[in-house]
């Protein structure tokens, strides 16, 4: 299983509104509308921001999106905010027998 | 609440053993997977594999297969990651997470994991 492939830099201004794309395959994103989206900050650990595709986690702002197209999905952030700025990853179910996942590379959002 | 409070972080030298844990609290933890995720410095996430602590049925990624094991004592709420032979390529941060369905919803603080002679 080859890494997603995410842009490594993203850039917005406060307000504004920036899309992170991830894409994979015909055997993972492709597949299955199964893709959940991580934030990371320095230091910390990951927070869980989008699943299976476009559901947020209760007490997730409702300016983040996911969607899906073939076999790329997107994480849309809207209203960008300084607190926003951090590592984002994007991660799909890729079948298999005994279960597997794989994780894009990683983008750095800096709010300008 | 669920939290998954992880052990501190290690320092250790090349060919050393090694146990890292993380402990499960606030929901039943025999009902879900816990997945591993290594993060090596300034890169960026890696999936190791996930162990059901009910029954300790095991799945690993096929990247790290024969180079980790992953258990649980479902007695204690824990499951662990284990290396029996340290290499310098080890040094990371390693992070447990549950899994709920395909997404891992709630992640401990991380162990820093550092090799060196």
């Known amino acids: 299983q080859s890494a997603l492939t995410q842009p490594a830099s993203v850039s917005g201004s406060p307000g504004q509104s920036i899309t992170i794309s991830c894409t994979g395959t015909?055997?993972?994103?492709?597949?299955?509308?199964?893709v959940s989206w991580y934030q990371q900050h320095p230091g910390k650990a990951p927070k869980l921001m989008i699943y299976?595709?476009?559901k947020r986690p209760s007490g997730v702002s409702n300016r983040f999106s996911g969607s899906k197209s073939g076999n790329t999905a997107s994480l849309t952030i809207s209203g960008l905010q300084a607190e926003d700025e951090a590592d984002y990853y994007c991660c799909s179910y890729a079948g298999s027998s005994t279960f597997g996942v794989v994780f894009g590379g990683g983008t750095k959002l800096t709010v300008l | 609440e669920v939290q998954l409070v992880q052990s501190g972080a290690e320092v250790k030298k090349p060919g050393e053993s090694l146990k890292i844990s993380c402990k499960g609290s606030?929901?039943?933890?025999?009902?879900?997977?816990i997945g591993w995720v290594r993060q090596m410095p300034g890169k960026g996430l890696e999936w190791m594999g996930i162990i059901y602590p009910g029954d300790s049925d095991t799945r690993y990624s096929p990247s790290f297969q024969g180079q980790v094991t992953i258990s649980a004592d479902k007695s204690f709420n824990t499951a662990y990651l284990q290396w029996s032979s340290l290499k310098a390529s080890d040094t990371a941060m390693y992070y447990c997470?549950?899994?709920?369905?395909?997404?891992?919803?709630?992640w401990g603080q991380g162990t820093l994991v550092t090799v060196s002679s």
């Open positions: 997470a549950r899994l709920n369905g395909d997404h891992f919803d709630y």
């Open positions: 606030g929901y039943r933890f025999t009902s879900y997977w």
């Open positions: 299976e595709g476009s």
């Open positions: 015909s055997s993972d994103v492709g597949s299955y509308n199964l």
